[in-house]
């Protein structure tokens, strides 16, 4: 069947069972380019906007007494923000990796030690857990 050189009228489509002309590509890509450009315009006044706010906040953070510069600021009371709360969670870790594989006097006069985790294990592998005999009173707490 060949393709009619003029515009289908409704009833040569509704024969056929389908569309017979093409979709115009001029409109869709008329509606690409206003996109880009709008896409592109929006960008460009987000960028402007943070720039403003930058500005704002760097004048804002500006000693607003020339005479108080050398004063230091007293800190709000707690609780308080953290700063880096990353950095505090790593140092946490840092100082619990420590106390699980060093070993350090807690109280010397005592004879109380800290043993690293893994040779801690093999102490009480070695020795077993202290139990109760059965009628055995408990042991005073030390």
Request: aromatic letters at 8%.
């Amino acid at each position: 069947m060949s393709h009619p050189t003029h515009a289908p009228t409704k009833e040569e489509t509704l024969a056929a069972g389908h569309e017979l002309s093409d979709a115009e590509a001029g409109p869709i890509l008329r509606f690409l380019v206003f996109l880009t450009v709008l896409t592109i315009v929006t960008m460009g006044v987000i960028a402007l906007f943070y720039n403003f706010l930058e500005r704002r906040e760097a004048a804002e953070k500006t000693a607003r007494y020339p005479l108080a510069v050398g004063q230091a600021r007293a800190l709000p009371p707690p609780p308080r923000l953290q700063n880096y709360p990353f950095r505090d969670l790593r140092d946490m870790r840092r100082e619990e990796e420590r106390l699980l594989t060093t070993y350090e006097w807690v109280d010397k006069n005592a004879g109380t030690v800290r043993l690293p985790i893994a040779r801690a294990i093999e102490v009480v592998a070695a020795q077993g857990l202290p139990y109760r005999h059965e009628g055995e009173a408990p042991a005073a707490p030390k």
